[in-house]
């Protein structure tokens, strides 16, 4: 039997805006879940998130066996974690905190469970410092709402096993995610690595007058981003070089780009480019909610997945 197919009860520690949303995603994929959190108030708003975002799960589809029923609320750690199969950690981003709250976990977690965290801020090597059994701890980042985006960022520390890596990526996909796996840690990981490179130049050209705060999430959403919505840079690049592809792009292409590369700007993130961000968001937004917002971002979202299943590009 494989580690994916052995899993049946999930841990989600921490309930915040992240834990909830994982906390959904498993409940949607036929999960027993145990929730859990000490904050006031927190299996309470746990239970109201679920809820909300249920009609969502079920337009993307739930697997056999899901039910909200099957969320399980504590409040303590040691109770929480006994006979789990795979621990979803979503704590403070505090270097000292977390390494002590790992050694907690994984104190009180079955030898056999693989503790994934969600840190976006830290390495596994540091959460896995004081940990008795390090090699089954690994980064398990998603990209937010988990629940919706299926990208997980999968990156061991220097003491994680290679199987619990791997474990962990096949664990993932198997349930509808997208692991890749970081051979190397990085602050931040690589997806938001990636939004920082692409926003440096928005900042940029905003703060040099090139163009407004709106045209330049236009220029993004209804240009390069609308194809990545579709597959990756580099295989763009493929569609890019024409008849003779990559190969093409590479011998007569890549140079011009790399030239551009070279002419890109730093931008002085002053007081004065912030508030013009600022204002040009407030104005895209209008009298819309954050809440309305990100409400219609999901349901396009889960339409583009949709079609890239229908398409073959899942």
């Known amino acids: 039997m494989s580690f994916a197919s052995s899993v049946k009860r999930i841990a989600v520690v921490g309930t915040g805006v992240i834990g909830s949303s994982w906390a959904a995603f498993y409940l949607a994929r036929g999960f027993d879940v145990i929730a859990i959190d000490p904050a006031p108030n927190a299996e309470d708003a746990l239970r109201r998130y679920v809820e909300r975002e249920w009609p969502l799960l079920q337009q993307i589809g739930l697997s056999a066996g899901a039910s909200r029923d099957r969320l399980a609320f504590t409040a303590d750690l040691k109770q929480g974690l006994d006979g789990v199969d795979f621990v979803q950690e979503n704590g403070p981003e505090r270097p000292d905190f977390k390494a002590r709250f790992f050694a907690q976990i994984d104190a009180y977690t079955p030898k056999t469970a693989i503790l994934a965290s969600s840190s976006s801020g830290l390495t596994m090597d540091v959460i896995q410092a004081e940990c008795a059994n ?83 999430d236009a220029a993004v959403s209804y240009g390069p981003g609308m194809r990545w919505g579709c597959m990756g840079q580099s295989l763009q690049w493929h569609l890019g070089g024409g008849t003779g592809g990559i190969h093409h792009f590479m011998e007569h292409l890549m140079d011009p780009l790399a030239g551009m590369m070279q002419a890109l700007g730093t931008p002085d993130v002053d007081d004065a480019l912030k508030r013009a961000i600022v204002d040009g968001v407030l104005k895209q937004a209008g009298d819309r909610p954050v809440a309305e917002l990100a409400d219609e971002e999901n349901r396009v979202l889960i339409g583009l997945l949709a079609l890239r299943k229908a398409h073959g590009l899942a």
């Open 134 to 216: 390090p090699e089954r701890c690994v980064i398990g980042h998603p990209f937010n709402p988990p629940h919706v985006i299926p990208l997980v960022e999968v990156v061991g520390g220097a003491k994680t096993s290679g199987q619990t890596i791997e474990n962990a990526m096949q664990f993932y996909d198997a349930i509808g995610k997208k692991a890749i796996r970081l051979h190397k840690a990085l602050p931040g990981h690589v997806a938001n690595r990636l939004q920082a490179a692409l926003y440096k130049e928005m900042l940029y050209l905003v703060q040099q007058g090139v163009l407004s705060v709106e045209d330049c």
